[in-house]
Nanobody
Framework: QVQLMESRGGLVQPGGSLRLSCAASGSIFSLNGMGWYRQAPGKERELVAMITSSGMPNYADSVKGRFTISRDNNKKTVYLQMDSLKPEDTAVYYC??????????????WGQGTQVTVSS
């Protein structure tokens, strides 16, 4: 019953910026950690950034200083602001959230994935 809805990605030139959003909806008892993964062609899924329910962010070394993760708990939405984009950032980006649907039931949920392409 829980759903994560991602915004659309896009084609961006190197050095450009893009913001992704992901909104959770459904029967949510508690919305815990949220974050973003990405998967490039021929590569395994990679954790990009995560943020706790209290707003503590964590980033992969490859995106530190360039990406910013944030969340709006009232809107049940997590954002990923991507600046100074590089061609190696090209991937399908997936939203992830750990959600309690009751006090004793927790599961990870995934967005549908959105393509981000960085190319000139």
């Amino acid at each position: 019953q829980v759903q994560l809805m991602e915004s659309r990605g896009g084609l961006v030139q190197p050095g450009g910026s893009l913001r992704l959003s992901c909104a959770a909806s459904g029967s949510i008892f508690s919305l815990n950690g949220m974050g973003w993964y990405r998967q490039a062609p021929g590569k395994e899924r990679e954790l990009v950034a995560m943020i706790t329910s209290s707003g503590m962010p964590n980033y992969a070394d490859s995106v530190k200083g360039r990406f910013t993760i944030s969340r709006d708990n009232n809107k049940k939405t997590v954002y990923l602001q991507m600046d100074s984009l590089k061609p190696e950032d090209t991937a399908v980006y997936y939203c992830n959230a750990r959600i309690f649907t009751s006090w004793n039931r927790v599961s990870d949920y995934w967005g549908q994935g959105t393509q981000v392409t960085v190319s000139s």
